[in-house]
């Protein structure tokens, strides 16, 4: 049997889906292409002085770019209108920002050791082919 890595479990994804720091992947039988289950892990944030200090500038443009746009257009229209659409317009960029930034702080590194994790989850409904050098469904 195989050790479990990225590169030995590549063949059995059938489907990788990332919402923040959950990591959803469907799973397959790269013999008949059949799926065999689902499972979740979680990535862990790069710890590396490297990855925070990209992590956060990534934060810092996206915050300049979007509250820059929202700035502007309540600086454009002034008074309370201004107030107003500003207001509604500093909320969306925070929202943006969010959604936008919701992954700096992983990389395809922490991506890869989760999907190692989850598929510990549903290693039991596959068993290691040691001519085809990968893992097919029980």
């Known amino acids: 049997m195989s050790q479990v890595s990225f590169e030995t479990i590549e063949p059995n994804i059938g489907q990788v889906n990332v919402d ?7 799973w397959k039988c790269p013999a008949t292409g059949r799926q065999v289950g689902k499972s979740t892990a979680y990535m862990t944030a ?7 200090v990209g992590a956060n500038v ?7 770019i979007t509250y820059g746009a929202a700035r502007f ?25 969010h959604r936008a930034t919701s992954g700096v702080d992983y990389t ?3 991506r890869q050791a989760a999907i190692v994790v989850a598929f510990e989850s549903v290693q039991d409904s596959f068993v290691w082919d040691d001519q085809r050098r990968r893992f097919v469904a029980r």
């Open 20 to 26: 923040g720091a959950q990591v959803d992947v469907v």
């Open 46 to 52: 790069d710890a590396s002085l490297t990855g925070r």
């Open 58 to 64: 990534k934060r810092t443009i996206v915050q300049e």
């Open 73 to 97: 257009i309540s600086g454009l229209l002034g008074g309370t209108a201004g107030r107003v659409v500003g207001n509604a317009a500093y909320t969306a960029a925070g929202d943006v920002q």
């Open 108 to 110: 395809e590194a922490s």
